[in-house]
T-cell receptor, first 109, second 113 residues
Framework: RKEVEQDPGPFNVPEGATVAFNCTYS??????FFWYRQDCRKEPKLLMS???SGNEDGRFTAQLNRASQYISLLIRDSKLSDSATYLC??????????FGKGTTLSVSS | NAGVTQTPKFQVLKTGQSMTLQCAQD?????MYWYRQDPGMGLRLIYY???????DKGEVPNGYNVSRLNKREFSLRLESAAPSQTSVYFC????????????FGPGTRLTVT
């Protein structure tokens, strides 16, 4: 089983849509979870950390389910500028971070 | 603050040539990393340095060497470049330890012919 798995997409949605991405991880000892955003030919940038209680930042909501080893990212009211690849990131039991291969989102007008 | 900077931005090498990729951070971070990113493969860790004076292998260290010159700088050296090392290389840094969020430089696009 791969350490961090994501649906590669692409997800093609119209502006204003709500879209959700899922991610599963294999190491039950993982403690830190993040979502990163990567624009084409650019570096990954931290979008948000994911906490056990769930957290929200504007139109973005992240959830963690430790029992199922599952992380989600919900984007409401999608904007054209949300078009990017979203990377699910999990720590390897307190050592290095493991990056998923990413889910591509394309928002159209 | 510049954050994480990398030089060069682009490089073309011939097979067998050597080069060093430079990385520096001004965030007073302890940990620094080198990744490569290839289409369909995602980000893969080459080497990391959890603190000044220490380095450790990541997932794909073969063909590379690193130096943690001081707290700010972490360089990646290709001693004898191969076409399989054609990739985008990202340097990153993080605060207290490797499980903290990482901040990335803009990348170096390397082509080996």
């Amino acid at each position: 089983r791969k350490e961090v798995e994501q649906d590669p997409g692409p997800f093609n949605v119209p502006e204003g849509a709500t879209v959700a991405f899922n991610c599963t991880y294999s190491n039950s000892a993982s403690q830190s979870f993040f979502w990163y955003r990567q624009d084409c030919r650019k570096e990954p940038k931290l979008l948000m950390s994911v906490y056990s209680s769930g957290n929200e930042d504007g139109r973005f909501t992240a959830q963690l389910n430790r029992a199922s080893q599952y992380i989600s990212l919900l984007i409401r009211d999608s904007k054209l500028s949300d078009s990017a690849t979203y990377l699910c990131v999990v720590d390897q039991a307190g050592t290095a971070l493991i990056f998923g291969k990413g889910t591509t989102l394309s928002v159209s007008s | 603050n510049a954050g994480v900077t990398q030089t060069p931005k682009f490089q073309v090498l011939k097979t067998g040539q050597s080069m060093t990729l430079q990385c520096a951070q001004d965030m007073n971070h302890n940990s620094m990393y080198w990744y490569r990113q290839d289409p369909g493969m995602g980000l893969r860790l080459i080497y990391y340095s959890a603190s000044e004076g220490t380095t450790d292998k990541g997932e794909v260290p073969n063909g590379y060497n690193v130096s943690r010159l001081n707290k700010r700088e972490f360089s990646l050296r290709l001693e004898s470049a191969a076409p399989s090392q054609t990739s985008v290389y990202f340097c990153a840094s993080s605060g207290a330890d490797p499980s903290y969020e990482q901040y990335f430089g803009p990348g170096t696009r390397l082509t080996v012919t």
